[in-house]
């Protein structure tokens, strides 16, 4: 197992026309027993790509060559419809006796479902270590997550190794998950961020030595090169983050919130947030989050009324729906979203998820993949018909249809009478936890 310490922290996200709860939890792991699945239990262990085998450091990282299962991006066609992009991502991936990362993974493989894993450094750093990570503004030892033990580390490594070799992506969630006014992320400077990600690389290249884990599989990949995003502790600290990491090899950030438009870049980053969706039976929206859908229902509780367990699962899951058929069959921007390997509500929320894979990602038109691919996708596309499709807003079609749209442009919009100033949007909410 991962050795925690446990803490909830809850916050409001507001815009002008919503409002919901925002962020992630400060816990990311659990000890109860995962769901059963469809595959639960079956060991596939594909093979490393190719011949090359070239170990990196102590051996904890090797480099073998390409990612295998990734799908390369084209380029759209004059007036082709763009894909339904769907991105399912996990915050501090880490795998303790929930079984939650293995359970998932094959989750994905049956529903051609790939995702992005992002890993929290200390969990590939065992107890006894702990000194080695010293936290921007903290003393040496510190982490509001815990660390890791030794099953923990190789069964996380374990399933670090195979989901990369799946074609999914391992990004990271940092170390420490400090978070709020007094020393939180958001209160870090530029360099701080840079020794954090520094640190967060160093427990993933050197996992095997500190734990004393030698005769474990390596992790097949060179993760400097591998590391291309992230997303923040309870979403804060985004703008120093971006700052630091667009010179250390990173890509995108999915930090921000917004609502369900196409992305934009950001500093030379991809900006993709996650998204305020539907809260059915509410006059709000929430954040794209199991943690958000959980405060909205049960507050900070985490094991709320189980009389209500099934019903909130149902409006999660009823959420993303909504959420995925406004765009799938609107202005098709990617429906970002993400989660916690944790049971919250009696497991609850990840049933929602399984269901909503499930669902979305056997349609017609729909990639299931991770941010690295997405981003992937977005660079290999003409920026004049991206800067196009983001001017459709949540659940707007072409009105002319795509192949016209995506040729001629969108249709130029009135002008503003003299010294009328355009009416502003909804403001875009900031994510608060304490």
Known sequence: MIAATKKIAGGLVATALVLGVAGCSSSETGKSPAAGGPNAGKKAVPEAPGSVNRPIGDGSTTYTGPQPNVQKPQKLKAGEKPPQFVVFSWDGAGEDSQKLFSHFREVGK???????????????????????????????????????????IKDTADQVRLAWLEGNEIGTHFNGHFCGPEGGVGTWS??????????????????????????????????????????????????????????????????????????????????????????????????????????????????????????????????????????????????????????????????????????????????CVPFKELVDWLDAQDPKALEWMRTLDVGETPKEGWPKFLTAGPPARPAAPAGVKPAAGPAEGAAEEG
């Open 110 to 152: 049956q529903y051609n479902a790939r995702m992005t894993y992002f890993l929290s450094g200390v969990y590939m750093l065992p107890e006894e270590k702990r000194s080695l990570y010293t936290a921007p503004q903290h003393g040496p030892g510190r982490s509001d997550i815990g660390f890791g033990d030794l099953k923990g």
């Open 190 to 367: 530029v360099e701080e961020w840079k020794s954090e990600i520094n640190q967060a690389k160093s427990f993933v290249k050197s996992w095997r030595t500190n734990a004393g884990l030698k005769d474990v599989q390596t992790l097949p990949f060179d993760y400097d090169k591998e590391l291309i995003g992230a997303r923040t502790p309870c979403l804060e600290g985004q703008k120093n983050f971006m700052l630091a990491a667009k010179g250390m090899g990173f890509r995108y950030d999915s930090s921000g919130i917004s609502k369900q438009i196409w992305p934009k870049k950001t500093d030379g980053l991809w900006d993709i947030p996650l998204q305020l969706v539907p809260m059915p039976g509410r006059a709000f929206d929430t954040l794209s989050m199991d943690y958000n859908y959980m405060v909205n229902q049960s507050g900070t509780n985490s094991q709320g009324d189980p009389s209500q367990h099934a019903y909130w699962g149902e409006q999660m899951r009823d959420g993303l729906r909504q959420a995925f058929d406004r765009v799938y069959q609107g202005n098709r921007a990617p429906l970002i979203i993400g989660n916690h390997f944790e049971s919250w509500n009696g497991g609850t929320y990840m049933r929602a998820v399984e269901d909503s894979i499930k669902t979305m990602c056997t349609k017609p038109e729909v990639r």
